[in-house]
């Protein structure tokens, strides 16, 4: 379900604007950015966003998108590499901005075009060299698309999946993934390596059944935007029944904006309205799910205060 970067992502501070998209069916975007929701009572944290991104008619730049994060209620973010160039400069912007955490790794459709180069192990050997930075706290997003991704290509996807899977382990740190039209594979392959203490499926995009797996193997399910989505009813079940201490946010930005501003642009401030519509689903007060997020985030990636995981 989640509208990933593709291979070849843009690097940092380049503009990716685009005129349709899967989420609006191929119609024109609405390309104005949603004003800011009611901030949240209790702070909670995005971990996953893309800051390297720009879309709409607004330019933000990553420092004007954390100070709008921090303005209703999300005081910090975990910045997501999806290839070297976006995993060294996630590195590099979490080691000076402390409202900043990264993530580094391959994205699952960039490996097959780096084995078919040759290039696929000196490129996880960079990944396992900034994973040991001390704000570095996670190695993502990696995993398998069967979506984009085809039958000639999914050795490469196992290779670099279980290669990150093991720098994780090595690093001590969280693994998150990203799983496209690959639930049963993804599942197995964690269960057959041996999945890091700390897990995260991010951008949950299963129904109750993988959330019970989740539960069963004390994996984190991160809910995007698409929970808001009227065609999600599974997403909603799912949370219904997930263990609540394995329960994160995130917004997956700049893409899979939450209703009810579903097609514009997306950013970490967007985040709130994806708590609340988790709340009401869950039937629980806000204040007490921000809390609970809050804590589970910190459980998962350490504190954003500190150097140290």
Sequence with gaps: MSAEPEAGAPAPGLRKRSSSGPETGGQTRDLTRPPAPEPLPIPVYDNHTHLEFEDGLEVLD????????????VRGVVQVGTDLETSRWGAQMAASDPRVLAAVALHPNEAPRLAERGLLCEHLSEISRLAAQPRVRAVGETGLDFFRTGEDGREAQLESFEAHIEIAKANRIALQIHD?????????????????????????????????????????????????????????????????????????????????FRGRPNAPYLMPHTVRRMAEALEEPLDELCARLAANTERVYGSWADDDE
């Design 62 to 73: 990553p420092l004007d998108s954390l100070a709008r994060a921090e303005a209703v209620g």
């Design 180 to 260: 496209r039209d690959a639930h049963d594979a993804v599942v197995a392959t964690l269960l057959r390596v041996g999945a890091p203490e700390r897990t995260v499926f991010h951008c949950f995009s299963g129904d109750a059944d993988l959330a019970r797996v989740c539960a069963e193997h004390g994996w984190f399910l991160s809910f995007a935007g698409t929970m808001t989505f009227k065609n999600a009813p599974a997403l909603r079940e799912a949370l219904a029944v997930a263990d609540p201490s394995r329960v994160l946010v995130e917004t997956d930005a700049p893409f899979l904006t939450p209703e009810p």
